[in-house]
């Protein structure tokens, strides 16, 4: 979290946020499994959008990524985020 300039960076579980690369969804038990995956996406995008309307730049970063690619999208936000905050 970046307090200051309002960024909140998440680092999203490739599974349990269905990231669309490696989204694999479990084959037995799925009466258990899909609906509370879904509802854990569903929450990510309410996150999402409750932090937007408190003027909160939302970066979110797959648990895949190169820690290099996840450093430049939080810095480009972070540089957006001063941007606007003036
Ligand atoms: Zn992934």
Do not use: Q
Not at 30 to 50: C, F, M, Q, S, V
Not at 54 to 82: Q, Y
């Amino acid at each position: 979290m970046f307090t200051r300039k309002h960024v909140a960076v998440f680092v999203d579980g490739c599974f349990w946020h269905g990231c669309p690369i490696h989204a694999t969804y479990p084959k037995s038990n799925t009466g258990y499994w899909l609906p509370k995956l879904a509802r854990n996406i569903e929450r990510d995008r309410e996150t999402d959008a409750e932090l937007k309307d408190r003027g909160w730049r939302v970066v979110r970063v797959w648990e895949h990524m190169p820690p290099a690619d996840a450093a430049d999208m939080i810095e480009e936000a972070l540089t957006k985020a001063s941007g606007h905050s003036r």
